[in-house]
């Protein structure tokens, strides 16, 4: 008898394991893990500084036992991202949203000249934010410069007069301009006052003192946060990649935050971000810069299904459902901290698998991250929220969607029973439903959506990273 129970649960998780066909259409079939082909010239160490890894995570990958060995014209394979963080380590600077050449080169006591030589820049216009730069050589006599004021020169100003204002001394603003004397300031210049209280150097229009972006580089298929802090109050607003951006103010009224979500078949590359900050008499700035978005490691899948299931009229008008249900901004933040996971059972499919069905281009991803859990167990909310749908469709079978606030939404489909209804508010950790196979599924499991800003994301992001 309880060889037969085992047996039959075998096969429930064995079934679990099977994809399921919720789907989605994408632009395009790459995005895949990134092939680097090695050309004339390059070293490990520079690859590795290009794609912001490391020259042992590309050896480990690629199974190389000397690292100094690379030949012109070898594949190699460059390990995602979320593996090995972007992050400035001695010598490396990964470029920040509103931040120059010259900013960068004061920051670690260097010039542009050397920045620029170091990394091969031929045009410091195009730096991109999530760049990683090359800056080990400083210069002797420059100490190096964290932060300061970008203040502009008005036509009355003396350097004098703008160093008291700003608390800094003149000998020290002359270093930091590259200024030979006082009196080589005109209307309209950008001037860099040092101050060790002052924001981190960025470039940045007033009234902005601070612009960030994390985790960074931004990823595709992932959540990123935008953050804008003012000195005075305003209204932001902008666009990336043809969505707008929703901010929400911290309590403060002047640090601002949109939570981005990046579509899942976004080809990797460079993309501008436009803001737009109005301040309290109407006036309006427009600010421009280009964010990196990287490669997600996303692993790719062929499946053979029967046609009835790719029906594309049935898949648009419940895409168009969903969509329509996520689409809502409430100003009001029901989450905090990271998620919990929404089943206790091991994940069978992760988000962002590109598919291809009966041999189509590997135009679809895995809109969701699927949970093998045994029929009847246990869904539990992630976070607080408010439930918004919860009923049966074609696709998703039994389906429950819960608004987190601020653009953020969970989903939760194929389910046997629902124990919530619109409308009811649930906390972190409550019971919601249970497992089943509902809708369009091939064995029971849970598939779990996490919607930001009107985007299907990586909802196992949301379980390690704190947002806002
Ligand atoms: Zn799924």
Same mark, same amino acid.
């Given at each position: 008898m309880r060889r037969w129970v085992l047996l039959a649960l075998g096969i429930v998780f064995w079934i679990g394991l099977a994809p399921d066909p919720l789907l989605a259409q994408g632009g395009s079939s790459d995005g895949?893990?990134?092939?680097?082909?090695? &050309?004339?010239?390059?070293?490990?160490?520079?690859?590795?500084?290009?794609?912001?890894?490391?020259?042992?995570?590309?050896? &480990?990958? !690629?199974?190389?036992? /000397?690292?100094? !060995?690379?030949? #012109?014209? &070898?594949?190699? #394979?460059?390990?995602?991202?979320?593996?090995?963080?972007?992050?400035?380590?001695?010598?490396?600077?990964?470029?920040?949203?509103?931040?120059?050449?010259?900013?960068?080169?004061?920051?670690?006591?260097? @010039?542009?000249?050397?920045?620029?030589?170091? !990394?091969?820049?031929?045009?410091? %216009?195009?730096?991109? #934010?999530? &760049?990683?730069?090359?800056?080990?050589?400083? @210069?002797?006599?420059?100490?190096?410069? @964290?932060?300061g004021y970008t203040h502009v020169v008005q036509p009355e100003d003396t350097l004098y007069r703008i160093a008291l204002r700003y608390n800094a001394r003149v000998d020290d603003v002359l270093l930091a301009n590259g200024l030979s004397s006082p009196a080589l300031i005109f209307p309209g210049q950008q001037l860099l006052i040092p101050g060790p209280d002052a924001p981190a150097l960025q470039e940045l229009p007033a009234p902005l003192t601070e612009l960030t972006l994390m985790p960074l580089p931004a990823e595709v298929g992932r959540t990123f946060r935008l953050r804008v802090v003012s000195y005075e109050p305003v209204t932001p607003g902008g666009t990336f990649l043809d969505r707008p951006l929703r901010f929400a103010p911290q309590p403060d009224g002047l640090t601002f935050d949109a939570l981005i979500g990046v579509q899942a078949m976004t080809p990797v590359g460079r993309y501008p971000l436009t803001l737009t900050i109005v301040?309290?008499?109407?006036?309006?700035?427009?600010?421009? @810069?280009?964010?990196?978005?990287? /490669?997600?490691?996303?692993?790719?899948?062929?499946?053979?299904?029967? /046609?009835?299931?790719?029906?594309?009229?049935?898949?648009? %008008?419940?895409i168009a459902f969903v969509a329509g249900l996520v689409s809502e901004f409430t100003p009001e933040r029901y989450f905090d901290g990271p998620m919990g996971l929404p089943a206790a059972a091991p994940v069978t499919s992760p988000f962002g698998t590109r598919r291809s069905y009966n041999g189509s281009a590997y135009n679809r991803f895995h809109t969701g991250t699927d949970f093998g859990g045994p029929p009847g167990s246990s869904i539990y909310a992630p976070a607080a929220g408010r439930v918004v749908f919860s009923g049966p469709r074609e696709i998703h079978g039994l389906f429950t969607v819960i608004d987190h606030g601020w653009g953020i939404y969970t989903a939760y489909a194929h389910q046997a029973e629902s124990r919530v209804q619109p409308g009811q508010m649930v906390s972190a950790g409550e019971v919601i439903g249970t497992i089943g196979n509902s809708g369009r599924s091939t064995g029971p499991h849970l598939h779990w959506e996490v919607w930001v800003n009107g985007v299907e994301t990586d909802g196992l992001q949301w379980t390690r990273l704190s947002f806002p």
């Amino acid at each position: 008898m309880r060889r037969w129970v085992l047996l039959a649960l075998g096969i429930v998780f064995w079934i679990g394991l099977a994809p399921d066909p919720l789907l989605a259409q994408g632009g395009s079939s790459d995005g895949r893990t990134t092939i680097h082909v090695v &050309q004339r010239g390059e070293t490990l160490y520079r690859i590795a500084l290009a794609y912001g890894t490391s020259v042992e995570a590309i050896a &480990q990958t !690629n199974g190389m036992s /000397d690292t100094t !060995n690379i030949q #012109v014209g &070898q594949r190699l #394979v460059i390990p995602s991202s979320m593996v090995n963080a972007m992050v400035s380590t001695a010598g490396r600077h990964v470029v920040q949203p509103g931040e120059s050449l010259a900013h960068i080169a004061l920051r670690y006591g260097s @010039t542009k000249e050397l920045v620029s030589a170091l !990394n091969s820049i031929v045009n410091p %216009a195009r730096l991109y #934010v999530g &760049q990683v730069l090359d800056v080990s050589e400083t @210069t002797p006599g420059r100490p190096p410069l @964290t932060h300061g004021y970008t203040h502009v020169v008005q036509p009355e100003d003396t350097l004098y007069r703008i160093a008291l204002r700003y608390n800094a001394r003149v000998d020290d603003v002359l270093l930091a301009n590259g200024l030979s004397s006082p009196a080589l300031i005109f209307p309209g210049q950008q001037l860099l006052i040092p101050g060790p209280d002052a924001p981190a150097l960025q470039e940045l229009p007033a009234p902005l003192t601070e612009l960030t972006l994390m985790p960074l580089p931004a990823e595709v298929g992932r959540t990123f946060r935008l953050r804008v802090v003012s000195y005075e109050p305003v209204t932001p607003g902008g666009t990336f990649l043809d969505r707008p951006l929703r901010f929400a103010p911290q309590p403060d009224g002047l640090t601002f935050d949109a939570l981005i979500g990046v579509q899942a078949m976004t080809p990797v590359g460079r993309y501008p971000l436009t803001l737009t900050i109005v301040d309290d008499s109407g006036v309006a700035i427009t600010f421009e @810069t280009v964010l990196y978005v990287a /490669d997600g490691g996303y692993a790719s899948e062929a499946l053979t299904v029967s /046609d009835e299931l790719l029906d594309p009229e049935v898949d648009s %008008a419940e895409i168009a459902f969903v969509a329509g249900l996520v689409s809502e901004f409430t100003p009001e933040r029901y989450f905090d901290g990271p998620m919990g996971l929404p089943a206790a059972a091991p994940v069978t499919s992760p988000f962002g698998t590109r598919r291809s069905y009966n041999g189509s281009a590997y135009n679809r991803f895995h809109t969701g991250t699927d949970f093998g859990g045994p029929p009847g167990s246990s869904i539990y909310a992630p976070a607080a929220g408010r439930v918004v749908f919860s009923g049966p469709r074609e696709i998703h079978g039994l389906f429950t969607v819960i608004d987190h606030g601020w653009g953020i939404y969970t989903a939760y489909a194929h389910q046997a029973e629902s124990r919530v209804q619109p409308g009811q508010m649930v906390s972190a950790g409550e019971v919601i439903g249970t497992i089943g196979n509902s809708g369009r599924s091939t064995g029971p499991h849970l598939h779990w959506e996490v919607w930001v800003n009107g985007v299907e994301t990586d909802g196992l992001q949301w379980t390690r990273l704190s947002f806002p």
